[in-house]
């Protein structure tokens, strides 16, 4: 469902029980998809910072650019 801004303005109740119901609801604005309306989900699993610590392993040289590749951005090749 696509409705324009002003629509949406007048309507904020009934396009949010829509939302929340499951359906998309997209908000325009001069013709175009500008904002998706999407219901509030708690985060029932809380963030855990460092949970995969020593799972995520990286090469020896993951920061050593070839030369060639940072030409390639330089714009020199």
Do not use: C
């Not at 904020?12 to 998809?33: H, N």
């Not at 509030?40 to 995520?56: A, D, F, S, V, W």
Request: aromatic share 6%.
């Amino acid at each position: 469902m696509q409705v324009n801004m002003h629509e949406a303005k007048s309507q904020l109740s009934k396009l949010g029980e829509k939302a929340w119901e499951g359906e998309t609801v997209v908000i325009a604005k001069a013709g175009k998809p500008y904002l998706d309306l999407v219901p509030h989900r708690e985060n029932i699993t809380p963030r855990k910072p460092g949970r995969l610590k020593g799972q995520i392993m990286f090469a020896e040289n993951f920061d050593k650019t070839p030369l060639d590749v940072i030409a390639g951005f330089e714009g020199k090749l």
